[in-house]
């Protein structure tokens, strides 16, 4: 059974910086793809970043160059540093892994920026 856990979640000020976690279970993060998406009140889940085998990762272009997705497979944590952090960055993050026909999601971790 899969299981992914979010954490790390927070207020901060603009500019701050957080770093979130996803913890997994069930599958290993140095082979899986894990994504990144988040929601903010009254809008729809959005994609922020992924990670996929042998590295590769793959960002939205409203966090491109602020955000870092990487894994610690020792941990079988995927992570995601978020610098410069901007008030419309405020959302419940979400990380997910697909295996068809399965779709795997945490509970979610609240990240607010403050002006």
């Known amino acids: 059974q899969v299981q992914l856990v979010e954490s790390g979640g927070g207020l901060v000020q603009t500019g701050g910086s957080l770093t979130l976690s996803c913890a997994a279970s069930g599958i290993t993060v140095s082979t899986a793809t894990v994504t990144w998406y988040r929601q903010a009140p009254g809008k729809q889940r959005e994609f922020v970043a992924e990670?996929?085998?042998?590295?590769?990762?793959y960002y939205a272009d409203s966090v491109r160059g602020r955000f870092t997705i990487f894994r610690d497979i020792v941990k079988n944590v995927v992570y995601l540093q978020m610098n410069s952090l901007k008030p419309e960055d405020t959302a419940v993050y979400y990380c997910?892994?697909?295996?068809?026909?399965?779709?795997?999601w945490g509970q979610g971790t609240q990240v607010t920026v403050s002006s």
């Open positions: 990670i996929g085998n042998v590295d590769w990762t």
């Open positions: 997910n892994n697909k295996r068809y026909p399965h779709d795997y």
